[in-house]
């Protein structure tokens, strides 16, 4: 019997392949470049919005201008620069300048005019660097740290809404401005014969020295002016054709706090045959004394006169409710140019110079 043939040396087995990393990386791969073209197509859709809404921004004021140049006024500027992506659409015109037929005027270094895709509805103006207001031969410098314009838009009818922020503004040549801490406002155009202005002012310092002091701690606005003011003629002839219309300006509201002078006023004025304001109202003091005795030492109120008001102040006279000082309400006037407050007069106004 033969003997077996002898077994054939085992083979080692083949070591396990270690786990590929391959596909991991790939699928990584594949999800980053995926992320990037999202991307890549979001940014692009957004670039052409923003494009697309600078289109129609420059439409829109091309549009306005060409509306506003047919009624007599005065636009110029630089060619508009696009500004602003991601965040907002922006244009910015530089050497702006604004003139209407009444003889107003504004100009300032840039204006940047913005929308933002969060608030569409509203316009942001921000003018920049120095600037200037003219009213017929009269032209007041003026700068400010923040100052901007909002807008409220409508897509069937023109803005007719504007409110107004600004901080740190200096009106008036420097060695001798007026300065303002704060400002703000609205401008409201219900329909075509009716602009109300809302204005309240803070921290103002006057450029001279006056019977209460150079500073004013407080002011504010509420008026309405009523009757549209004609576009054509010279403005002599406006005003006459304002007035006999009925134009007029209502002064609902003013306040004012100075030193220690607490003080409001209502009061409605006009043009009179010679074109100069008139008009009469209502003005309420606090610590009235104290405001007599300032006119009195600045000589704006004669000694004999003011024996007589010291007379029968504490007669006219009321207790302040809230136990404040007392409260006198006199009425006021204002006529031949002369201001009359309890028919005292406090002396006269400039007269209007229509050319």
Same mark, same amino acid.
């Given at each position: 019997m033969s003997a077996p043939a002898p077994a054939a040396p085992r083979r080692p087995a083949p070591a396990s392949a270690p786990p590929r990393a391959s596909r991991?990386?790939? *699928?990584?791969?594949?999800?980053?470049?995926?992320?990037?073209?999202?991307?890549?197509?979001?940014?692009?859709?957004?670039?052409?919005?923003?494009?697309?809404?600078?289109?129609?921004? /420059?439409?829109?004021?091309?549009?306005?201008?060409?509306?506003?140049? !047919? =009624?007599?006024?005065?636009?110029?500027? !630089?060619?508009?620069?696009?500004?602003?992506?991601?965040?907002?659409?922006?244009? @910015?015109?530089?050497?702006?300048?604004?003139?209407?037929?009444?003889?107003?005027?504004? =100009?300032? /270094?840039?204006?940047?005019? /913005?929308?933002?895709?969060?608030?569409?509805?509203?316009?942001?103006?921000?003018?920049?660097?120095?600037q200037a207001l003219r009213l017929g031969a009269t032209t007041l410098p003026f700068t400010a740290k923040d100052l901007q314009a909002t807008l409220a838009l409508s897509a069937d009818t023109p803005p007719d809404r504007a409110s107004l922020e600004g901080r740190g503004l200096r009106l008036g040549p420097a060695e001798a401005s007026l300065a303002i801490d704060r400002l703000s406002g609205e401008l409201a155009l219900p329909d075509p014969a009716e602009t109300a202005l809302t204005l309240a002012l803070e921290g103002v310092v006057l450029p001279m020295q006056t019977p209460l002091g150079p500073r004013i701690e407080s002011a504010t606005l509420d008026a309405t002016l009523n009757g549209a003011p004609p576009a054509t003629g010279t403005p002599a002839e406006r005003a006459a054709r304002w007035r006999d219309a009925g134009g007029a300006l209502e002064l609902r509201g003013l306040t004012l706090r100075w030193a220690e002078i607490a003080a409001s006023a209502a009061a409605t004025f006009a043009l009179g045959p010679d074109l100069q304001p008139v008009g009469?109202? @209502?003005?309420?003091? $606090?610590?009235?004394?104290?405001?007599? /005795?300032?006119?009195?030492?600045?000589?704006?109120?004669? =000694?004999?006169?003011?024996?007589? $008001?010291?007379?029968?102040?504490?007669?006219? =006279?009321?207790?302040?409710?809230?136990?404040?000082?007392?409260?006198?309400? #006199?009425?006021?006037?204002?006529?031949?140019? @002369?201001?009359? #407050? $309890?028919?005292?007069?406090?002396? *006269?106004?400039?007269?209007?110079?229509?050319?």
């Open positions: 991991p990386r790939r *699928r990584g791969g594949r999800l980053l470049l995926g992320l990037v073209l999202l991307l890549a197509l979001l940014g692009g859709g957004h670039y052409a919005l923003w494009s697309f809404m600078l289109g129609r921004m /420059e439409q829109g004021l091309e549009q306005w201008a060409s509306a506003r140049r !047919a =009624q007599g006024w005065e636009i110029a500027h !630089a060619a508009p620069v696009r500004g602003g992506w991601p965040f907002a659409a922006r244009l @910015t015109l530089a050497d702006w300048r604004i003139a209407g037929p009444q003889g107003l005027a504004w =100009q300032a /270094e840039a204006l940047d005019a /913005e929308l933002r895709p969060t608030a569409l509805d509203r316009l942001v103006l921000r003018p920049r660097g120095p009469a109202g @209502t003005l309420r003091l $606090a610590n009235a004394p104290r405001l007599l /005795e300032a006119l009195v030492q600045a000589g704006v109120v004669a =000694q004999r006169s003011a024996g007589m $008001a010291r007379a029968i102040l504490p007669l006219m =006279q009321r207790p302040d409710p809230n136990g404040g000082a007392p409260q006198l309400e #006199v009425p006021v006037s204002l006529e031949n140019r @002369t201001i009359s #407050v $309890a028919r005292l007069n406090l002396g *006269r106004i400039p007269g209007i110079e229509w050319k």
